[in-house]
């Protein structure tokens, strides 16, 4: 069945065909690590992490790429104001190291809790600098950047497919008398974008460059990590909407300046998590943790399973009462009975998965998935497409562990306890020691779940 993506390029549904046959590699822009992620932030996470498992449900081997923003990202996306990390490490009294790590940390622990799948590759900005130098000399070879007092900047007016992502209407973006941006360093043109930050000592995290001493621009960290895992061309990037006009469209520019090549083929963006009606967002202080939503009660597959109700290109209005209903209609989809299977028929089974596949194919209509499932009410159904929607369904309603032999229960708890110690070693050990007795081992949100084997 034909997998079919809204792509912000062409402002249309298109079918997916990878570059290579069988496979689909993607890049998401990661989290900046200068405090917790927000469910606003998490929302986009999920929404990449159904993709990732939707590809896989069609036959796609994914290759996911994401990386860790641990240096570069000024106050404002245009190369303004403090690096968020050093204002970061100031309000807490850490180094700025210390506060990339924690901040990762709790960013990784919140991805396991929501059941995200870890992609194959999570890389830091800041083990890539020398990618992102060669990046910037190959740009100024090329005729694409200058060099100013203050940064090596992109020259916007050199690239004359810069719009061509956002649509924008450059010609409302001139500078000067009437144009709505100020120029601001030593920028030639307004929408032109620091590679490179030069003089500016004051900044902590620094490294030695053709340029002198300085530090990486944020937008290119994904230019140079995104090709270097994935090649010059590659399948899909995503990232939040409010990454389309300056974010990405920099990377574009940056990637296909340097290699001449098309960067992206489907671009995929997820609407906003509000709050009120307004954007969650980290720099007011309207924002929500998943720690905050377990504090009150809720079990963090509820907001999952909330983030699954609203169509990915729609914005969804948060508030504990939907968070309260989505944790109720969860309930009810575990306490479902495998004894009152109302698929049992292997045709009507058929034609019930290939009605809700068509939906999830169609631009992951996920909602659409979710009410399908819910009229059906057939477990075996819920379990199918629970590949996709992550919701740990068998883990949770497998047999409770009163049920389970104490020796297997014992070393369940020695693996949670290990895991909580990360020493994952011996949580390896263990869940092997339990694939030997015969159980299929998973990490649900409240620890390890078994399943007996079926024989
Ligand atoms: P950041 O850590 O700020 O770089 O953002 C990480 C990801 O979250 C990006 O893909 C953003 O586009 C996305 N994002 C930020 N705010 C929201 C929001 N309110 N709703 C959904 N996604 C968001
Ligand atoms: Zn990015």
Known sequence: ???????????????????????????????????????????????????????????????????????????????????????????????????????????????????????????????????????????????????????????????????????????????????????????????????????????????????????????????????????????????????IPVHHTNEIAQSEGATGQPFVRYWLHGEWLLIGSEKMSKSTENFLTLASLAEKGFDPLAYRYLCLQAHYRSELRFTLDALEAAQNGLRRVYSASPERETLNDPSAFADARAEVLAALNDDLNVPQVVGLLNRYGSHRLWLEFDHVLGLDIAGRTAPDRGELPAEVAALIERRNAARRERNWAESDRLRDELIAMGYEVGDGPTGTTVRKRPV
Request: net charge negative; glycine share 8%.
């Open 1 to 243: 069945m034909m997998l079919r993506l809204y792509n912000t390029l062409s402002r249309s549904i298109e079918e997916f065909v990878p570059l290579e046959p069988g496979k689909a590699g993607m890049y998401c822009c990661g989290p900046t690590v200068y405090n917790y992620a927000h469910i606003g932030n998490l929302r986009t996470y999920v929404f990449e992490d159904i993709l990732r498992r939707t590809l896989r449900f069609n036959g796609f081997t994914p290759f996911h790429v994401m990386n860790i923003t641990d240096v570069g990202h000024l106050e404002s996306d245009a190369d303004e104001g403090e690096d968020k990390m050093e204002k970061g490490a100031r309000r807490e009294g850490l180094d700025v190291w210390q506060l990339a790590r924690k901040y990762e940390q709790a960013w990784l622990d919140d991805m396991a809790r929501l059941n995200i799948e870890r992609p194959e590759v999570i890389c830091r900005a800041t083990e890539h600098v020398q990618d992102m130098i060669e990046l910037v000399e190959r740009l100024l070879e090329r005729g694409y950047a200058y060099a100013a007092n203050d940064a090596i900047y992109f020259d916007t007016s050199k690239f004359s497919d810069y719009a061509k992502l956002a649509r924008l209407d450059l010609r409302g973006l001139q500078a000067g008398a009437g144009g709505r941006v100020q120029l601001t360093g030593e920028k030639r043109h307004p929408n032109d974008f620091a590679l490179w930050f030069t003089n500016r000592p004051r900044h902590i995290m620094q490294w030695e460059s053709p340029w002198g001493r300085g530090y990486p621009g944020w937008h290119i960290e994904c230019s140079a990590m995104s090709m270097k895992y994935l090649g010059p061309t590659f399948d899909i990037h995503c990232g939040g909407v409010d990454h």
